[in-house]
């Protein structure tokens, strides 16, 4: 499925919104009401938040949080050298799972996918976001996805599900935000019933196909039917005001890839592109 086949996710300051996931029922799509997922954006309130980000757990270390778990900021790796470079295409054609280091020498963002979504047999599904400045602790915006309704017998061996549904994201910031040095992004997941070994995140940002920033993170390892929380540090670059103006100028011309990796093998790719001209 390629990022602009469907009608995106928009996320946008001050909005609600509705993420719903469709269904085929004899050849025509509608909407299912059992799986409707609601994101509700908050504009930027002065809520000040703890510095101490979550890890939770018995797997991980760290602070002690109220109502048990343990606490942990995840920082990512320290540069690396660059890898051999590689095209879309390239991997595309290798015919077996993609390695975190093969991403690494991806020079441009990828126009379409690079694994399928009955990839992810861990069944790693992602249930709430939010993002924060962490130099005042203002909550830019938060993601919530409710409980899980299962569909009744009938429908589940009636209902042919959009597995794509949900892979690909829009943003749309204010100028401010590319300003802005240090950003918390708090995810929450849930793991199946398969342990999850060396849990590994790779997201590069571009504009206009230019890498502006690679960042990579590791979860480590997650419990089987385990509920993970944890808090990713991103330390953007400064960029020029030059190249500001034009990330202000040419939205969605900003887009990232995250690769998702167990033991090695990606298992789950997301899309995502991005405005900076909210408000405006």
Known sequence: MRAGSREPIRLRVGHRC??????????????????????????PRPRQEPAAAAVTGPDSSGERKQGGGALKRL?????????????????RGLG??????????LRTVTRDYLCKPEDNVYN??????????????????????????????????????????????RYQFTPAFLKLRTVGATVEFTVGDRPVNSFRMIER??????LLKNFDFDFGFCIPNSRNTCEHIYEFPQLPDDLIRQMVEHPYETRSDSFYFVDNKLIMHNKADYAYNGGQ
Do not use: C, W
């Open 18 to 43: 509705s993420l719903t996931l469709k269904k085929r029922t004899d050849g025509r799509r509608r909407e299912e009401k059992h799986r409707t997922r609601t994101a509700t954006m908050s504009a």
């Open 75 to 91: 920082k990512p790796r320290r540069s690396q050298t660059d890898r051999r470079p590689a095209t879309e295409e390239e991997l």
């Open 96 to 105: 077996r799972a993609i390695t975190p280091e093969e991403v690494l020498g």
């Open 124 to 169: 790693i599904d992602f249930t709430r976001f939010k993002i924060r400045d962490l130099e005042t602790g203002t909550v830019l915006f938060e993601i919530a996805k409710p409980p899980h309704s299962d569909l009744d017998e009938e429908d589940e061996e009636n209902v042919d599900v959009d597995t794509s549904a949900g892979r690909f994201v």
């Open 205 to 210: 940002h571009y504009f206009k196909d230019r």
